[in-house]
Structures are given as structure tokens and as C-alpha cells.
């Protein structure tokens, strides 16, 4: 199958919601060498703005979203597979990802992670809904050297701030 066929492929199985045939496509993109990255942000992303637009819109709701989401994270898991163990010795720093505080997005963050990773990072993944505290905590203990914390709503972008006034009062921010 052509490289163009199979982005269109992982794009639609996350539009359509259709965990399986995500990873399959991702299985494809492998064998085609395509790269994670491309994988994702050629395919998979488009198809996950496509249900964005339509959750605006009102015309795709919760329960829809959440399988859309399992399409994409499948897929990734399969495009990602090995991807530390072959890019760890790079070393180019450790860096923290996560979802801030009270915000369960983290599809956006698990790109970011991705993106990372296949640039020879070593990524720290504290998950979703961190509290600001563990952030800090996790920073000072591992003494990485970049700290990231997606924030999808309004609500808790204020957790972005106060990570930061947590990094300063620990000395950690620079
Ligand atoms: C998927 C989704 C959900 C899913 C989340 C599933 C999951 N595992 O993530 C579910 C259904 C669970 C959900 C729940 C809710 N959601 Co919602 N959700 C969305 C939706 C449709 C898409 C978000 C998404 O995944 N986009 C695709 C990814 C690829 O994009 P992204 O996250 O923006 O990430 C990119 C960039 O932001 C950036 N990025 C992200 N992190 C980082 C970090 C760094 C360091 C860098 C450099 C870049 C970067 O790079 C990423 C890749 O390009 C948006 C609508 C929209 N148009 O965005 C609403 C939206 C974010 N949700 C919203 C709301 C209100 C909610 C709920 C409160 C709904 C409710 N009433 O229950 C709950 C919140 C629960 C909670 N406590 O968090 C609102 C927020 C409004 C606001 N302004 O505050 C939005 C905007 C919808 C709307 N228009 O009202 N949601």
C-alpha cells in the first residue's frame, strides 16, 4: 500500500472510530517505514481534528470522543513499540509530560510525548489530572531539565502558573 493510502488509513480510523483498523494501519505504517512522527501527525492528527470539529459542532458527542481516543493511543502504542529502547542512548535530557491538574486531556500531550521520544529525550509520562505538588516534587527528585503540562480548558491553564511558581520557590526554574 502506497505511504499516502496508509496516512489516509490511520486519519480514517480515528475519524470513523475504529480502534481495530487504527492498528492495523499503524502495523502498515511500520512496514512501510514510515516514521512514527509523520504516522501521527499526517494520519492519525487529521483524523482526531476531524472529530474535534465535529464535537464543536455538537455533531459527535462524549462516548464517541473516548473511542476516537482509544483509536489514536492504540495506534501510537504500535508505532511507538521499541521506539526508547532504540532512541534512549541519545541523551539529550529528561523532560517531564503531563496533563495538569484537574484536566483529563492528554491526547495532545501524548504527541508532545512522542515527539520527544523520537527525538532522544527521555520522557518522564506522569499521566493526566497531576497535582501541581507531584510535578514539582518529581522535577526536584529527578532533577530533569524541562518540565511540560498540557492544559486543554480554561479552568485549569492556572495550573501551568502556579507549576512554575512552584519550580521558582524550589530553585528549579531557570
Ligand atoms: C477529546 C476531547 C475530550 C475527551 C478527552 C479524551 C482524552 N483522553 O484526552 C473527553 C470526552 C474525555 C473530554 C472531556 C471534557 N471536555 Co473536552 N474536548 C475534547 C476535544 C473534542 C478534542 C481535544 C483533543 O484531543 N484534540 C486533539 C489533540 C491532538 O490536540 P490538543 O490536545 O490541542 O494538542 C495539541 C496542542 O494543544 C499541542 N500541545 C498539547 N500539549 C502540549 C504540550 C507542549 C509542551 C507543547 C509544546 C504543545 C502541546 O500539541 C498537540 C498536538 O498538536 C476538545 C475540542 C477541541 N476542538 O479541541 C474538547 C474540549 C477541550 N473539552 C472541553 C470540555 C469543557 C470538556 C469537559 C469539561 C466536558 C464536560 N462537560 O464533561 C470534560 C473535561 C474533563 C476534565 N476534567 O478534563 C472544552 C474546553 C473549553 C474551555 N475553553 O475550557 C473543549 C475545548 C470543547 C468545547 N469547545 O467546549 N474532552
Do not use: W
Not at 493510502?5 to 505504517?29: F, G, M, N, T, Y
Amino acid at each position: 500500500m502506497e505511504r499516502d493510502q496508509i496516512l489516509e488509513k490511520l486519519a480514517r480510523s480515528v475519524s470513523d472510530l475504529d480502534p481495530d483498523l487504527a492498528v492495523e494501519a499503524a502495523h502498515e505504517a511500520r512496514e512501510a517505514n514510515i516514521k512514527p512522527i509523520e504516522a501521527i501527525q499526517e494520519g492519525l492528527a487529521k483524523g482526531m481534528g476531524v472529530v474535534s470539529e465535529l464535537f464543536d459542532e455538537g455533531e459527535m458527542f462524549v462516548p464517541q470522543i473516548l473511542i476516537a481516543a482509544e483509536a489514536f493511543e492504540s495506534a501510537v502504542a504500535v508505532l511507538v513499540e521499541n521506539l526508547s529502547a532504540e532512541e534512549a542512548d541519545i541523551g539529550r535530557g529528561k523532560v517531564i509530560c503531563h496533563t495538569v491538574q484537574g484536566d483529563i486531556h492528554d491526547v495532545g500531550k501524548n504527541i508532545v510525548k512522542t515527539m520527544f521520544k523520537a527525538n532522544g529525550f527521555e520522557v518522564i509520562d506522569m499521566g493526566r489530572d497531576v497535582p501541581v505538588d507531584d510535578v514539582v516534587a518529581k522535577a526536584k527528585e529527578l532533577n530533569v531539565d524541562i518540565v511540560t503540562g498540557s492544559a486543554l480548558m480554561t479552568t485549569t491553564m492556572p495550573a501551568q502558573r502556579d507549576i512554575i511558581q512552584g519550580l521558582k520557590e524550589g530553585d528549579l526554574y531557570t
